[in-house]
Nanobody
């Protein structure tokens, strides 16, 4: 069973920065995973923010965060660097993972929640104006 644990959320003022982390553990078979960050604000649907392929060489971003957020990974930890934060970025942020058969690139489908099997418990990000 794959376990995902997020950290790094908090409260910042608009224009500030945060770095989220997601530690992946529990896989003893050496599978590869593509991973993503999602967010959900109260009363809204879960939204795909960014995704990265198993090899880490390909990424995709939602239009709302492109140029401000950067997804990356190192070994079994996924990161989301968030700069120039806006009040509309306020949400619970979740990391997600699914087994990857190859190192192929990620696309729009990887920003859709139904394409992920494993989910973390979430970390809250609050941006005040």
């Amino acid at each position: 069973q794959v376990l995902l644990v997020e950290s790094g959320g908090g409260s910042v003022q608009a224009g500030g920065s945060l770095r989220l982390s997601c530690a992946r553990s529990g896989d003893t078979n050496g599978y590869y995973y593509y991973m993503g960050w999602f967010r959900q604000a109260p009363g809204k649907e879960r939204e795909g923010v960014a995704a990265i392929n198993a090899g880490g060489g390909f990424t995709i971003y939602a239009d709302s965060v492109r140029g401000r957020f950067t997804i990356s990974q190192a070994k079994n930890t996924l990161y989301l660097e968030m700069n120039n934060l806006k009040p509309e970025d306020t949400a619970m942020y979740y990391c997600a993972a699914n087994r990857a058969a190859t190192f192929r690139s990620v696309g729009r489908a990887h920003l859709q929640a139904q394409n992920y099997v494993y989910w973390g418990q979430g970390t809250q990000v609050t941006v005040s104006s």
